[in-house]
């Protein structure tokens, strides 16, 4: 399987945007579970959002912020975050073969892309 490499992290503040992007042609078309998760400082993992046969689940904590989409032609996993907060930053992670929300287990991960959102 191909690698997966998440971009598109960055700081911003308080009330900014980003949107994170990871390339998954093979896992998408494969009709794996894909999902975003993050880790912030001291903290344990935790499901962002995950993609599967039954829909789409946002983490309380993201609804109506965040967006997970995928390009035409099934070639990208996104994430729009949108009124990032301080609480969101954390490294943001891409995975494949995920389980449900909440928990945070998948067979496959990117490396992780770093946010920072300052107040």
């Known amino acids: 399987q191909a690698r997966l490499v998440e971009s598109g992290g960055g700081s911003v503040q308080a009330g900014g945007s980003l949107r994170l992007s990871c390339p998954a042609s093979t896992y998408i078309a494969s009709g794996y579970c894909m999902g975003w998760f993050r880790q912030a400082p001291g903290k344990e993992r935790e499901g962002v959002v995950v993609?599967?046969?039954?829909?789409?689940t946002y983490a309380d904590s993201v609804k109506g912020r965040f967006t997970v989409s995928q390009d035409n032609a099934g070639s990208a996993l996104y994430l729009q975050m949108n009124s990032l907060k301080p609480e969101d930053t954390a490294m943001y992670y891409c995975?494949?073969?995920?389980?449900?929300?909440?928990?945070?287990?998948?067979?496959?991960w990117g490396q992780g892309t770093q946010v920072t959102v300052s107040s």
């Open positions: 993609v599967n046969r039954d829909g789409t």
């Open positions: 995975a494949a073969d995920c389980v449900s929300l909440p928990y945070n287990l998948a067979a496959y």
